[in-house]
């Protein structure tokens, strides 16, 4: 029997390797980073999908929809499999009314899924291969390239997602899906932070406050501000720096967000993201008592490789490419236009992938 190499041990990757383990394949894992668990590790770790089918569709356009579908309509069997294979149930459900899912702990994760991994190795393989790489937020290059963001974005995420899928992909012929210029991310105080503290510092509180650029402009509306706030982020990184300030008022401030006020949220942004008002670079709006400077940060990227339901890569012509699987955000076109679970995508279609490459061994 042959081994499947899978590249990327993040969410995707130690979902395909698990479930192909579990199907009695020999499979290696190679991981590019000096451990494993990707983003995944570093997140909130709340899979979750839309409560209905209708509203993906509505918040996320622009995607493809029988992806859409699989991910929703398989997603509660995947958490079930998750959870039957210990991963530690920390909330059993999102907290959000919007979303169904589970709340798990990101190191249980991976210590669930754990296999043998190859560390420090680069995914790139001849043969059969599941990509589950993460996407190409961390590459500077393909940031500028695909999302053309009006200054660098900064890093929310893991170090090695730099597009390694997405250009051996191309190298073998797939179409990239439309939306290549929707990322996911947050943004975050305009100071130096590290992964430690990227759920904790996100600044998630744009729909309370006045929004305006580096040049003064009130360039988002508060009330255009989504639940996720994605969109916020996306039209920050077009303004000049790809920085926006909030400006509260002492309403603003005693709003809550979740079990804080947002009074707590600027309170834990560091000291030079908190701008004096008379340091501001335009006259603050009458009432106004805070101010904090954000970055549009990316998390992960959107659009991607385009694939098919059962994750096989697609070529231009539409047809699947002989042997290449791709899962997780390494998949594109399925978030487009709007906010869904990374991690739901990478469970469904991890195990989408891992089942058709066991087929197609079995038929090769
Ligand atoms: C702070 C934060 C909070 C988040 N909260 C949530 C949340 O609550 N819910 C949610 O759904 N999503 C959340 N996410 C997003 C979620 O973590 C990602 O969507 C998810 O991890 C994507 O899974 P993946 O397997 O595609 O990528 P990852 O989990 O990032 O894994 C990719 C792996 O591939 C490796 N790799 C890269 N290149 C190569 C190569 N050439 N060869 C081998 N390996 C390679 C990387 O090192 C990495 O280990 C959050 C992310 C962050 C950073």
Known sequence: ?????VAG???AGLVAAARLRE????????EKGSR?????????????????????RAECPGGEETLQRLVWERLDDAVEWLVARGAPVVWEETGNPRTVGKRFDPRGVVNALAGEVVLGADGRVDGPLILCTGGFAASSELVARYVEPAAPLRLRANAWSSGDGLLLGLERGAALTPGMADFYGRNMPDAAWDETE???LSQLYGRFARIFDEDGIEFFARDDVSWSETNLVA????RRGAKAYYVLDEAALAERVRDRTVADLVAVAPAEARVPLADL????PAGAVAAVRVIASITHTIGGLGVDERARVLRRDGLPIDGLWAAGVDAGGIATGGYASGL????????????????????G
């Open 198 to 200: 990227l759920v904790a």
């Open 9 to 11: 041990a993040g969410m």
């Open 281 to 284: 670079p335009f006259e603050p």
């Open 1 to 5: 029997m042959s081994d499947i190499s």
């Open 344 to 363: 739901a995508q990478a469970l469904v279609l991890g195990l989408a992938a891992a089942e058709d490459a066991a087929r197609w061994f079995d038929s």
């Open 23 to 30: 199907l009695g394949r020999r499979v290696v894992l190679r």
């Open 36 to 56: 494993v668990g990707g983003s995944m590790l570093l997140s909130s770790c709340v899979v979750f999908r839309h409560r209905e089918f209708a509203a993906f």
């Open 235 to 238: 039209a920050t990184a077009r």
